[in-house]
């Protein structure tokens, strides 16, 4: 669960400079969340569940 959360503010804080610094406009943004949550209701929300997963383990299994 720690993994989600850090994940989702993560996510706001691009979102944020995005809008702020790259011209991101707001509607854009918008959009993109909308997509976010009907992506999480379809039938392919558990690979990407699954793929994100994959993704943070690998990542924090590389060693410095």
């Known amino acids: ?3 989600s ?3 989702v503010v993560l996510l706001a804080i691009i979102v ?3 809008v702020k610094k790259a011209g991101l406009k707001v509607g854009h943004a ?3 969340m909308l997509l976010g949550f009907y992506l999480a209701s379809s039938s392919i929300a558990p690979t990407i ?3 994100t997963t994959n993704v943070a383990g690998m990542i924090g299994g590389i060693k410095f």
């Open 49 to 51: 569940s699954e793929l």
């Open 16 to 18: 944020f400079l995005l």
């Open 30 to 32: 918008a959009v993109c």
């Open 1 to 3: 669960m720690a993994l």
């Open 5 to 7: 959360i850090s994940a």
